[in-house]
Structure formats: C-alpha cells, structure tokens
C-alpha cells in the first residue's frame, strides 16, 4: 500500500506538467504572427490603411502609410518589399509586418504578419470593406446595354 501515493503523487506531477506544457503552448501562439492580406486598386491603398488606423492605437500614421505608398511607387510589376512597423495594439507593443506586393500595374496586394488578436480585427475590417466596395459598384440601369450574351 505504500505505493499508492507514489503512484498518485507521480500521477498529480504529469498532470501538472501536461498543464504547465499547455499553458506555455498555448501563450506561444499568441506570438506567431497570423497572415491577412487585401488585394485592391492602388487608388483605394490610402483609404484601406486609414481604414485600419482605428485598431491600431500607435504605429499606423500618415508617416507609415506615406512609406507604404513610397514603396508601392517605387516598385515593378510583380516586386515585392516587407516593412515591418512597431505598433501598440490595445495596450501591447508588437510588430506589424506589412508585405507589398505589386502583381499588376494598377494593383497592390497587402500582407500583413501580426498576432493573432491583431490579425482578426485586420481581417475583419477588410471584410467590412470588401463588403463596402461589392455594394458600391455601380450596377447598370435600365438605360445602359447590357453585356452581350453567348450564343
């Protein structure tokens, strides 16, 4: 019988482990860095990225989004180039990387590497404006042609 709280006390410790393991798993992820992008026009890059100011507390002003648009200018056709910002996301210092893409000439893809909570909000708020710009586009009315039908 002498045994028995060994066994339990071994028992007890593995599950604490098991535990502790978890927690530190899971506090990790917080860390990995979530991708979110957006494809748009580059005429709509300014107000895609005024657009996310609000859930950024600090680190996505005119002075980083300027450097987005410089860096967007400056590249060719399917170039890339990474900017990495540090920012304050509801009360925590992190980084936000941002990878511009050019794929088209007229057309700017965005990238952004952020935590987890960071990149729900981001894709969310380019949700809210795909959402925007599908019920913007102008429909044909009853006066223009409609597009020619296959035969």
Same mark, same amino acid.
């Given at each position: 019988?002498?045994?028995?709280? &060994? /066994?339990?006390? @071994?028992? $007890?410790? /593995? ?12 506090? +990790? ?7 979110? $992008? ?6 709509? +890059? ?6 996310? &100011? ?8 005119? /002075? &980083?989004?300027?450097? @987005?648009?410089?860096?967007? #200018?400056?590249? #060719?056709?399917?170039? *890339? ?10 009360? !925590?210092?992190? %980084?936000? /990387?941002? !990878? ?5 000439? %007229?057309?700017?893809? +965005?990238?952004?590497?952020? *935590?987890?909570?960071? $990149? =729900?909000? @981001? #894709?969310?708020?380019? =949700?809210?404006?795909? &959402? ?9 009315? *009853? ?5 020619? *039908?296959?035969?």
């Amino acid at each position: 019988m002498r045994n028995a709280p &060994q /066994r339990e006390r @071994i028992s $007890s410790h /593995r599950v604490m482990r098991v535990f502790a393991l978890l927690i530190a798993v899971c506090s +990790l992820a917080q860390d990995v860095p979530v991708d979110t $992008s957006i494809k748009v026009e580059s005429a709509r +890059l300014r107000p895609v990225l005024t657009a996310l &100011q609000p859930i950024i507390e600090n680190g996505l002003g005119e /002075r &980083q989004i300027n450097q @987005i648009e410089q860096a967007y #200018a400056t590249l #060719a056709v399917n170039d *890339t180039v990474p900017l990495t910002f540090p920012i304050i996301h509801k009360g !925590i210092k992190s %980084d936000l /990387r941002i !990878i511009v893409r050019k794929p088209e000439a %007229d057309i700017i893809e +965005l990238r952004f590497l952020a *935590t987890p909570p960071l $990149s =729900e909000e @981001i #894709a969310s708020a380019i =949700e809210t404006i795909n &959402q925007h710009e599908k019920e913007t586009r102008k429909l044909p009315t *009853t006066n223009e042609p409609l597009p020619p *039908t296959k035969k």
